[in-house]
């Protein structure tokens, strides 16, 4: 009995000294209570954290805390729609079809989709911009009218490249990859880096499982961070297997080779959620948002550029190839405006700038300088 009291003596004693004044009462174990900072805060002990090598997280009982299945049908759902709107190469679509997936009519796109779900793409959508978004669906539908045609200049129809056939409308504009990359931005990215980062969705509770009756082992903390993760479009093992990464998961791979991105993302989305799940200083969570909402800004920034070379290399001998990249490209640069204000390199003047000015709404006039001039700009304001 002796070595009990004196065992929960010295713990008590522990904890009170870590909790002294100028120490957080969150998980004060996990403090040096003896380092202080000038303003009187405790030094964070990091080594303490256990970072797991997947994102796989636990209960004490070993219930699985992890669960981000509204974010897969959402990247389900614009997968079927990307197949739906590539199909307009070989046939007229329409564009309320369009609408209903997005809207995901009666929880199946209006019987549209091959799954059922109570989850949209339209209300998760940045607000201002589900306008655009309906009105290129309505260009992509009145161009695939002409799929039979050889575009031209003035002339919606479709242009083939080896085995590729993409279809663009009168001004040059392949709609299909400005929904389709656009609504990564406006869905996923936006959702993701804006609001489930944000403090409507990070200032919650941490101490208790939501409702574990029914299999919800966990706070409403983790549970929220987990949503992030699921817009990011990987496996809980990348960037070890990059078998079944989607949307921003593949171009992110695709820029790892120059920017080291797929580890310093995973990492921190990992430590983040471990920070979240030992009851660690936030502040240390915060710092992963910060390294995610960055990285994922600086990898767009990235595949942009590669797309508009890749625009420029085909300018004058592949037409199909050349609006194709230049489509993508004009997306990837629309993306940009949904990183957070907090973190964004890149200002609102300076994107409206490049999709208005250098490039703006007609691709066949596009010239290689225009291409140049938006290459030089993104590579001089991210230092690429």
């Not at 997280?57 to 699985?64: L, P, T, V, Y």
């Not at 997936?101 to 799954?115: E, K, L, P, V």
């Not at 949503?227 to 171009?251: L, Q």
Request: aromatic share 12%; proline share 2%.
């Amino acid at each position: 009995m002796k070595k009990i009291a004196l065992v929960i003596l010295a713990t008590g004693m522990a904890f009170t000294s870590c909790k002294k004044k100028g120490c957080t009462d969150q998980a004060a174990s996990n403090y040096n209570s003896e380092a202080k900072k000038d303003d009187g805060t405790c030094v964070y002990d990091d080594p303490e954290l256990e970072i797991p090598s997947t994102y796989a997280f636990k209960d004490a009982d070993g219930n699985n805390t992890v669960s981000y299945g509204g974010q897969t049908d959402r990247l389900n759902q614009l997968e079927e729609m990307t197949t739906y709107m590539k199909s307009g190469t070989g046939a007229e679509i329409s564009a309320d079809v369009l609408k209903d997936m997005f809207a995901n009519t009666d929880d199946n796109g209006a019987g549209n989709f091959s799954f059922s779900s109570s989850k949209q793409l339209k209300n998760k959508c940045f607000e201002t911009d589900v306008d655009m978004f309906e009105g290129w669906m309505e260009d992509l539908a009145l161009a695939s009218a002409d799929f039979a045609t050889t575009a031209e200049s003035g002339q919606a129809g479709t242009l083939t490249t080896g085995e590729k056939t993409y279809l663009v409308g009168p001004t040059g504009i392949e709609y299909t990859q400005l929904i389709e990359k656009g609504l990564m931005g406006a869905v996923f990215f936006y959702q993701a880096s804006q609001k489930y980062f944000g403090s409507e969705k990070m200032d919650v509770d941490n101490t208790t499982p939501e409702d574990p009756a029914e299999g919800k082992y966990y706070t409403q903390m983790e549970h929220h961070w987990d949503e992030a993760f699921g817009y990011f479009g990987v496996s809980v093992d990348f960037p070890a297997n990059t078998d079944d990464i989607r949307f921003w998961g593949k171009y992110c791979n695709k820029q790892d080779a120059a920017l080291g991105c797929n580890a310093t993302i995973m990492d921190a989305f990992i430590k983040g959620r471990a920070v979240i799940s030992q009851g660690f200083d936030l502040s240390i969570r915060d710092e992963q948002i910060t390294i995610i909402r960055k990285e994922c800004e600086r990898f767009c920034a990235s595949q942009a550029v590669t797309y508009l070379e890749g625009a420029k290399d085909n300018f004058g001998t592949d037409n199909a190839k050349f609006l194709h990249e230049l489509s993508e490209a004009y997306a990837f640069i629309l993306s940009l405006k949904y990183a957070p204000l907090e973190t964004r390199v890149i200002n609102y003047s300076e994107i409206t700038a490049l999709l208005n000015d250098t490039i703006g709404t007609d691709f066949w006039a596009v010239t290689t300088a225009d291409l140049t001039s938006a290459i030089n700009t993104i590579n001089s304001i991210y230092g690429f």
